[in-house]
């Protein structure tokens, strides 16, 4: 069997089309995420510390802060300590999550002081 696009309904005209629509959906993607995290991805390499766009992206999808574990890896790498992005990344994000979570409630501190 000789299959042709057009038997799947793609005119040889519509099919450049969808083309150019993938490739203007791919470059709005990298656009996105260079922008996102361009200056991020330069603080980074110009301090030498070794940063990967695929760990950024890892980042904002746990929803860690980036910066500030970006910021946390050049300070690691400057003062010589053996950090990486995810050694980084669970201490922020451990210290987000017991930020309110580890604190005791209003209503265990007047219990507590009602005991003394």
Known sequence: MNTTP???GLLPGNFDMVLYGVG???VLVVAIL????GMIYIRALFSG???TFTELIALRLRSVPVGMVVDGRITAVKSGLPLTIDDLSRITWRAAT???SCLPS????GRHQSSL
């Open 6 to 8: 057009t038997q799947f």
């Open 34 to 37: 260079i922008i996102n995290f």
């Open 24 to 26: 203007v959906l791919v």
């Open 49 to 51: 510390a070794k940063v």
């Open 106 to 109: 209003s209503r265990e501190e």
């Open 98 to 100: 017991c930020r309110w």
